[in-house]
Structure formats: C-alpha cells, structure tokens
C-alpha cells in the first residue's frame, strides 16, 4: 500500500502482515517439537504438533491429537489455535497472525512455555 508524501512521491508502507507472518514462522520454529513453513497469502499458519504428541500435560493428560494440544493450549494458556484436523490437515494446528505484534509474541511466548511444560 502506498501513499502521498509531500514533495516526495509515492512512499512504499511496511508490510505489516508479512512481518507478523514472519515473527510467526520464526518464533513457532524455535519451539522444541513444532515446526512451521512459511505460507504464501494468507494470514495464517499451519504448524506441525507431532512432537507433541504421546507428551504428558503438568496435569498428567496425554496428548494424543492435534485436538488435545489445542485444548491444551487454550485451557492451561489462554491461547487460541485450531486444530489442523479440523481441516484435513493432521496433526498440525492453525495459527493466525491476523493480530498486533504484541499480541503475536505474547500467544507464541505461551505456546513455547506450554510445550517447554510437558513431558516425555
């Protein structure tokens, strides 16, 4: 998007959506056991659980689909995800970066302090 700067023409603005994507894709890849690639228009993210799975929640639940760690995620960490399942793609989980860079950093922050809480 661009627009009017006096005196200088068109100025190109920061394309806030992709660095949000970006902040995403990094910070969901340095999380031990998701990994996530990079996705082409659109405003969110399908990442890879798998490494979550057969992990034991603090509470001594078992996680045994993309489902359970989204419940997981959202009923020990207050962070909204949408299970990969849900749209034929098992066992990875939806996140959207369509939000503030402060509010991106924050849920991704508690997806890697929730996945650093399980265990083996």
């Given at each position: 998007?661009?627009?009017?700067?006096?005196?200088?023409?068109?100025?190109?603005?920061?394309?806030?959506?992709?660095?949000?994507?970006?902040?995403?894709?990094?910070?969901?890849?340095?999380?031990?056991?998701?990994?996530?690639?990079?996705?082409?228009?659109?405003?969110?993210?399908?990442?890879?659980?798998?490494?979550?799975?057969?992990?034991?929640?603090?509470?001594?639940?078992?996680?045994?689909?993309?489902?359970?760690?989204?419940?997981?995620?959202?009923?020990?960490?207050?962070?909204?995800?949408?299970?990969?399942?849900?749209?034929?793609?098992?066992?990875?989980?939806r996140v959207s970066?369509?939000?503030?860079?402060?509010?991106?950093?924050?849920?991704?922050?508690?997806?890697?302090?929730?996945?650093?809480?399980?265990?083996?």
């Amino acid at each position: 998007m661009c627009h009017a700067s006096p005196g200088l023409g068109a100025v190109e603005e920061p394309d806030i959506d992709n660095q949000r994507r970006d902040i995403a894709i990094e910070q969901l890849n340095a999380i031990n056991c998701i990994t996530c690639t990079k996705p082409e228009d659109a405003f969110y993210a399908f990442a890879n659980c798998s490494g979550v799975l057969g992990k034991v929640t603090p509470s001594g639940g078992v996680l045994q689909s993309d489902a359970d760690f989204c419940a997981y995620l959202l009923n020990h960490y207050d962070v909204a995800v949408e299970p990969g399942s849900a749209f034929g793609l098992f066992p990875r989980f939806r996140v959207s970066y369509a939000t503030s860079s402060d509010e991106l950093t924050k849920a991704l922050e508690r997806i890697a302090q929730a996945v650093n809480c399980l265990k083996d």
